[in-house]
Nanobody, 115 residues
Framework: QVQLVESGGGLVQAGGSLRLSCTAARGTLAIYALDWFRQAPGKERELVARIDWSGTSTTYADSVKGRFTISRDNAKNTMYLQMNSLKSEDTAVYYC????????WGQGTQVTVSS
């Protein structure tokens, strides 16, 4: 079983940057494809970005293309989301998700972008 822990959220002004991390407190991430999702108040959870197990294939939601970068370091058992040029509409709780034979979710980290 995998236990995911997100970190790096916080309050930032519009136009600023944050880097989120997702680490496996238990288990290994290396065998899983990984995703970042987000959920804003009153909205459904949406996919932000995903990366395959090797890190060579990535996809992004249209709303974050060119601003966010997903990456992973399997040796460190960690996935990242570099978020640049943040907008108020990026405000949400961000979750990491591991996809494989089973699915695992982290507890989420709050990102608040002030305009």
């Amino acid at each position: 079983q995998v236990q995911l822990v997100e970190s790096g959220g916080g309050l930032v002004q519009a136009g600023g940057s944050l880097r989120l991390s997702c680490t496996a407190a238990r288990g290994t991430l290396a065998i899983y494809a990984l995703d970042w999702f987000r959920q804003a108040p009153g909205k459904e959870r949406e996919l932000v970005a995903r990366i395959d197990w090797s890190g060579t294939s990535t996809t992004y939601a249209d709303s974050v293309k060119g601003r966010f970068t997903i990456s992973r370091d399997n040796a460190k058992n960690t996935m990242y989301l570099q978020m640049n040029s943040l907008k108020s509409e990026d405000t949400a709780v961000y979750y990491c998700h591991a996809r494989g034979g089973n699915d695992y979710w982290g507890q989420g980290t709050q990102v608040t972008v002030s305009s």
